[in-house]
């Protein structure tokens, strides 16, 4: 269900990313990515004085997430194919929910002084794993031996 994760800062700037998939390509190319989406996002605000929550496209959604006090965007790419929709938008809007506490809560320091350093970051993906894993949505794909 979920491919990657992306946070990025109040001021678009992605500082955390994690593929499950342990695809390297998709690595080097997430912030070229996530800026993109910081502007779409910030177009669809300005320009229509609205929210963009979800962006589908033929293989993959994106679910889009503002954490209302910190400003953090959270980015969800996931596979399209789903039986359940509903559900699986419930599942999501919960880990969502669950990122933006671990992680407001690990790096509340760092993201007051943040200095551009965003590999300091680098070490909730141990959580992520945790939390996706005890939702159990990752049970569809092969994970790259990397990773498990």
């Known amino acids: ?5 992306i946070i990025l800062n109040n001021k678009g700037v992605p500082i955390f ?3 499950f998939r342990g695809n390297s390509i998709t690595e080097r190319n997430y912030q070229v990515i996530a800026s993109y989406f910081d502007q779409i996002c910030r177009f669809t605000k300005y320009g229509f004085n609205e929210s963009l929550n979800t962006l589908k496209m033929n293989k993959s959604v994106f679910y889009f997430y503002t954490e209302p006090n ?3 965007h959270l980015i969800f790419k996931c596979d399209s194919k789903v039986d359940n929709k509903k559900q699986k938008r419930k ?3 919960t880990i969502a929910m669950e990122v933006f506490e671990k992680f407001l809560t690990k790096y509340k320091k760092e993201l007051v002084d943040f200095n551009g350093n ?3 970051f680098k070490t909730f993906s141990s959580e992520i794993d945790d939390i996706v894993k005890a939702k159990n949505v990752l ?3 092969e994970l790259s031996p990397d990773l498990i």
Request: net charge negative.
């Open 1 to 5: 269900m979920i491919q990657e994760i």
């Open 17 to 19: 990313f994690h593929n």
């Open 70 to 72: 910190s400003h953090l």
């Open 91 to 93: 599942i999501i809007d």
């Open 118 to 120: 965003f590999s300091q």
């Open 139 to 141: 049970k569809s794909y």
